[in-house]
């Protein structure tokens, strides 16, 4: 099943330049057809509970893939080859949290193709949230997600596509490259990522969606949805056919 594999990592201003332009690149070889990298910015609720995800970390890539079980295992097999000199070097300063989750719906700009290809060039931005949602109330919520915020926030000019998620697996990897797979019965199940054509979040669309029967019921309480966000600026994109392009 296709999804996404996204990293977040803590990276001192001494390996920042070193990840990004050396580390990154020999990840693009892990059955991803595309890679976004960015950085945490202001989101208007940075300093509420609600403001940061559960990975913490500033720097975050979003791996789009084919198949995501596959993909877990490339990444296992890639974590246990790490050169030495890496893993006693710049890595030595950093954290990862990485999750892997699978697609389950998704609403698209018809002009957007965004699967390997060039135009994901024109994500200025990535809006991350992750959510979890009260059991008993999980079919109905899901059905006003579907009908009603899914349309609504995709309907916004700015918005590229937006996509829910399933959490698949998740892993925490220490600054001596220690791995630890987390539980996820303690994690949030679901996540939304919606690529923007904009630095700014789609306001026109958001008093919208908080304007419609239902919204305030399911989350603005935190209880029936408990849920999180986070806003990211895009530092840099791969695509499958880049290097040739740039080539040529």
């Given at each position: ?9 803590s ?64 990444i ?12 006693s ?21 018809e ?13 200025a ?33 700015d ?72 806003h ?7 695509w ?9």
């Amino acid at each position: 099943m296709s999804g996404v594999v996204c990293a977040w990592a803590s990276l001192p201003d001494e390996v920042l330049e070193w990840y990004e332009t050396e580390f990154l690149p020999q990840q693009r070889n892990v059955e991803a057809q595309h890679s976004i990298h960015c950085e945490v910015t202001a989101s208007g609720m940075e300093h509420e509970p609600v403001g940061k995800l559960d990975a913490a970390w500033p720097f975050l890539t979003v791996y789009e893939v084919k198949d995501v079980a596959q993909t877990n295992r490339e990444i296992d097999i890639a974590s246990n080859d790490l050169p030495e000199a890496a893993k006693s070097g710049p890595l030595k300063h950093v954290n990862f949290d990485v999750r892997s989750y699978r697609e389950v719906k998704r609403w698209q700009n018809e002009d957007f193709e965004g699967n390997g290809s060039a135009d994901i060039e024109h994500i200025a931005s990535i809006a991350a949230m992750e959510w979890t949602i009260d059991e008993a109330r999980e079919e109905e919520v899901l059905k006003y997600y579907y009908e009603v915020v899914g349309p609504t926030i995709s309907s916004s000019p700015d918005v590229l596509r937006f996509r829910l998620f399933k959490l698949d697996r998740a892993v925490v990897v220490d600054r001596d490259q220690k791995r630890t797979f987390l539980d996820s019965k303690g994690l949030h199940r679901y996540f939304t990522l919606v690529e923007l054509e904009s630095e700014e979040w789609p306001w026109d669309v958001v008093v919208d969606i908080a304007e419609k029967p239902g919204w305030a019921e399911y989350f603005e309480t935190q209880t029936v949805v408990k849920w999180q966000l986070s806003h990211y600026l895009t530092r840099s994109t791969f695509w499958e056919h880049k290097e040739k392009s740039s080539i040529s």
